[in-house]
């Protein structure tokens, strides 16, 4: 297993980690497989969308933002009850697969960490598996 | 892989299965991998949030409720295609990292079997991999 | 890992990827461990739900419609801001058990590949882990 930190900059952003990942799973020498991401946080998440127009992340957490609102019918009482449910409903792991030891994405995917109750620093755990 | 059998009490509820599903990974001998925990229903799913406060727990169903209504615009004639859209949007797996045999969960996370069609008798697969 | 070719032929569709999924894993001759399903596109998705009733299906898709239109306050410019949203909350990886070399599906179980901006030529990549 490794660990990536990831500094978040604002209440809720995107940011592409793919390349950290990568590098992560040849650190672990694992030829064939699969890559675990990992987020050990509850208001954040890890998604895989596409890298190409920054637009899509945008549209993204707009989306998010409008079905899940940072105020509303909630008790928890620390505020953030909309970064617990994004973390839920976005997931909090992502899986590729990995061939040839490198992450096999699609043309236009990235791997993207979730922050939804930034700025912070956060962790991200990647494990490989496989021979 | 191990079965957990899972008892629910309410149409909709989160239940801590986190020690559960530890115990189930001590059993399998895998020191160094990852732990898959699977629900094998239609109408129930998995998640990994906050187990401090259990206003997360019912902040994360009231906004599922209202996002998805318990009746609506469906034609599937069983009444519960609220709990089966829930199940696709919050997925029917969970995976976290597995070291020196202990799941690797952050801080504030627990592993909640999530009843969206209540009460039932469920089951839950753990599977460890790795070494 | 082997790949799947999957032809959609409706903007929004979920097709029964099942039988091709476990066929895969037998090719693989992994009897003991997990499966896991990639979607290589930032429009498509994969989920596991009822395959009894076909209205399930058509629920899912109608009520992910209605949280997430076709239009909206989108910025990007190829007018399908709401297929990626569906690709981040649907998720473009699903993971199965396997025992004896099969699925360890539930009764009503069946994986879909979710075709969220066809129709097109899709692909699909299984991987299967274990010994």
């Known amino acids: 297993m490794r660990e990536l930190a990831v500094a978040t900059h604002a209440r809720n952003e995107l940011i592409d980690i793919t390349s950290e990942v990568e590098k992560a799973v040849l650190d672990q020498g694992v030829a064939e497989g699969l890559c675990h991401v990992f987020v050990p946080?509850?208001?954040?998440?890890?998604?895989?969308?596409?890298?190409a127009d920054p637009d899509v992340s945008r549209d993204v957490?707009?989306?998010l933002a409008?079905?899940?609102?940072?105020?509303?019918?909630?008790?928890?009482?620390?505020?953030?009850?909309d970064s617990h449910v994004k973390s839920s409903l976005?997931?909090?792991?992502?899986?590729?697969?990995?061939?040839?030891?490198?992450?096999?994405?699609?043309?236009?995917?990235?791997?993207?960490f979730c922050?939804?109750?930034?700025?912070?620093?956060r962790r991200c755990l990647v494990t490989a598996i496989g021979k």
Chains 1, 2, 3 share one sequence.
Request: hydrophobic share 30%; net charge negative.
């Open 90 to 112: 976005v997931n909090c792991s992502a899986i590729v697969p990995v061939a040839g030891g490198r992450l096999v994405l699609g043309t236009w995917q990235a791997i993207y």
């Open 41 to 51: 946080h509850t208001t954040a998440g890890v998604t895989i969308n596409e890298n």
């Open 61 to 63: 957490q707009t989306t």
């Open 66 to 81: 409008s079905l899940i609102p940072h105020t509303g019918d909630y008790r928890h009482a620390e505020g953030n009850s």
């Open 115 to 121: 922050e939804f109750d930034g700025p912070r620093r």
